[in-house]
Antibody, heavy 119, light 111 residues
Framework: EVQLVESGGGLVQPGGSLRLSCAAS????????MNWVRQAPGKGLEWVSY????????YYADSVKGRFTISRDNAKNSLYLQMNSLRDEDTAVYYC????????????WGQGTLVTVSS | QSALTQPASVSGSPGQSITISCTGT?????????VSWYQQHPGKAPKLMIY???NRPSGVSNRFSGSRSGNTASLTISGLQAEDEADYYC???????????FGTGTKVTVL
């Protein structure tokens, strides 16, 4: 069974930084495009960022552009999200999700990691 | 970066059919065959139910079906069951500097 396990969440002050990780297993990570999606408490899903299998194509939501950086290490089967200049509105559960590969949409999701931005 | 529009809530009795709409524009829902639907139970990660407008992943019940007309996509749940009570989100590829957009979400209640 495909496994995606996020880590790195926690409490951070406004203006601070945090790095999220997503460890992938039981599939060939290097051949799949990946996403980060977040969900603020009691709110809906918001797509955050996308990275292609070889890191050649990257997209960001306007709300995080210039502050967040997505990256991956295929040798370590890991996906990352470096979050800088964090704001209160970045408080959310952050999910990593695997793209279907041959089309758009995410077929497997991690359990999520909570990021709380508060003073 | 506006979200796709979904009704806040939809309800139905066991055995009935319900339909959730998802309205976008010609730059997303209406322009590409890349609409997906996700089910999310409280405290759980989303689950893919439909992709490419009307395709079901392996293991998803055939009670779930998707369609599209113009800029509006729809998810229909037939033979409603108690376990279908959850939040549902549509998502679409969007031709812009971003890539994906989600809908506002719909809470399905089984009466």
């Amino acid at each position: 069974e495909v496994q995606l396990v996020e880590s790195g969440g926690g409490l951070v002050q406004p203006g601070g930084s945090l790095r999220l990780s997503c460890a992938a297993s039981t599939f060939t990570f290097s051949t799949y495009n990946m996403n980060w999606v977040r969900q603020a408490p009691g709110k809906g899903l918001e797509w955050v960022s996308y990275i292609s299998s070889r890191s050649s194509t990257i997209y960001y939501a306007d709300s995080v552009k210039g502050r967040f950086t997505i990256s991956r290490d295929n040798a370590k089967n890991s996906l990352y999200l470096q979050m800088n200049s964090l704001r209160d509105e970045d408080t959310a559960v952050y999910y990593c999700a695997r793209d279907l590969g041959y089309t758009y949409g995410s077929d497997y999701w991690g359990q999520g990691t909570l990021v709380t931005v508060s003073s | 970066q506006s979200a796709l529009t979904q009704p806040a809530s939809v309800s139905g009795s066991p055995g009935q059919s319900i339909t959730i709409s998802c309205t976008g524009t010609s730059s997303d829902v209406g322009g590409y065959n890349y609409v997906s639907w996700y089910q999310q139970h409280p405290g759980k990660a989303p689950k893919l139910m439909i992709y490419d407008v009307s395709n079901r992943p392996s293991g998803v019940s055939n009670r779930f079906s998707g369609s599209r007309s113009g800029n509006t996509a729809s998810l229909t749940i037939s033979g409603l069951q108690a376990e279908d009570e959850a939040d549902y989100y549509c998502s679409s590829y969007r031709s812009s500097s971003t890539l994906y957009v989600f809908g506002t979400g719909t809470k399905v209640t089984v009466l």
